[in-house]
């Protein structure tokens, strides 16, 4: 490839890379987003012949699996609503059980048993908490919209796209347009310009309907218009209950497993793309066990001295340094002693580092709100003032 299809590759990827980090913070814009990314990287990378796109399923499937964990880690900084979450959590870990288990063996029914309904849960929750309370969302507003989407919307999707091997642009433009899969949007568009009229005045229908729906059918809102995901406790903002919800936990518990869990699955993803066959079982899983424990102890002694990172970026930034430095040391043990017999390319390692650090840095941080949000209900229903209240009230007085 040339500069210009280096340029192209290293803007989308970056762009998938970093756009799922405004995901926490506006959630359905920045979701919705990803997801028109997701679908046009591909149409985008045809227009330059020059592209290889042989692996542009193991690509796509392995940053797809990584805005949706950032999506999963939303739900434990912003979620109050129990059932809801714990229906996110099925849906999602059920998926990824799902991709792995497909990624190892390449049977493509496999996406199709386990289909990706978390996502479009996910997208109909926040967009319920667009203008309506979270106590709404019951037992069993969470568990039947969880199914009405798994059997009459991601079922037939998965069928189309992972059975019958359909893309949906391809048949679009083949389709509707009456050009080939490989010609620009600009001759397809060209070709049959009505076309593209008729979809507008479908959209704009289809928002109208919706906009009826919403506005003459559903219940009044409870509150205005919240694209912003809504603000946290102030008691989960650097306060003292805040500190004490990461110190408090063990290092060796239940968080611990399910990082190490979330972290090697992904890694696993990862791997079947990024790495060759002779390092992909010993390698992954050897360095994702050390560094979920290696960051474990960093951030709970950070923890214990009473460090709380008020800014998230702040936390990524020093966690880079932290273990960026990590791997520098095993890369010189490596040299010097030659411990490590199987690993990957070095700019392969450093892209892992990265992804675990995002995915260890995030979950520690909105997992803490979490359990700070759980120890706050827990008191207030023992009728005792938590940790961290007076300081709420200060922050609310001012």
């Known amino acids: ?41 591909q149409s985008i990378f045809q227009q330059w012949p020059a592209i290889n796109l042989d692996g542009y399923q193991s690509y796509d499937k392995s940053l797809d ?25 099925f849906l999602w870990y059920y998926r990824l059980i799902g ?22 849960f996910w997208d109909f929750i926040e967009a319920v908490r667009l203008g309506w309370d979270w106590k709404r969302i019951g037992k069993w507003t969470a568990i039947v919209s969880a199914a009405l989407i798994w059997i009459f919307i991601k079922l037939p999707q998965e069928w189309w796209i992972h059975i019958a091997q359909n893309d949906f642009t391809d048949a679009v433009k083949e389709s509707l347009f009456g050009v080939a899969a490989t010609s620009s949007w600009g001759e397809a568009i060209g070709n049959r310009p009505w076309v ?47 500190r004490t919800a990461r110190a408090a936990e063990g290092i060796f518990d239940r968080a611990l497993l399910e990082k190490f869990a979330l972290t090697a699955l ?11 066959d002779d390092v992909k079982s010993v390698w992954v899983l050897g360095f994702v066990a050390a560094f979920v ?13 009473g460090r709380a990172w008020h800014s998230v970026l702040t936390e990524l930034g020093v966690m880079f340094v932290v273990n ?9 043990l490596e040299r010097v002693f030659g411990l490590i017999e199987q690993q990957g390319p070095l700019g392969t390692r450093l892209f892992f580092v990265f992804l675990f650090t995002v995915i260890t840095v995030l979950f520690d941080r909105y997992r803490t709100v979490f359990t700070a949000r759980g120890v706050l209900a827990k008191r207030r229903e ?13 922050t609310q007085a001012t």
């Open 1 to 41: 490839m040339g500069a210009e299809e280096w340029t192209v590759v290293i803007l989308v990827v970056g762009a998938r890379l970093l756009l799922p980090f405004a995901i926490p913070y506006w959630p359905l814009p920045a979701s919705i987003a990803c997801l028109v990314l997701d679908s046009a990287d």
């Open 65 to 89: 699996i990584y805005y949706l964990a950032i999506m999963y880690m939303a739900t434990l900084r912003n979620w109050v609503s129990p059932w809801a979450f714990r229906t996110s959590f």
């Open 99 to 120: 991709v792995v288990a497909f990624e190892l063996s390449q049977v493509r029914a496999l996406l199709f048993i386990f289909p990706n309904t978390f996502e479009y």
């Open 196 to 242: 593209l009229v008729a979809m507008i005045a479908a959209v704009v229908v289809l928002l109208a309907v919706i906009y009826w729906i919403v506005t003459r059918k559903a219940p009044k809102f409870d509150h205005s218009l919240r694209l912003k995901a809504d603000p946290l406790p102030p008691e989960c903002q650097g306060s003292a209950l805040y």
């Open 266 to 276: 992904i890694s696993v993803i990862f791997a079947q793309y990024l790495l060759s």
């Open 293 to 305: 424990v290696v960051n474990a102890f960093v951030s709970q002694w950070l923890a214990r001295r």
């Open 324 to 332: 960026y430095a990590i791997v520098g040391v095993l890369l010189l």
């Open 382 to 394: 023992e009728g005792g003032a938590a940790p961290g209240d007076e300081v709420a009230e200060q």
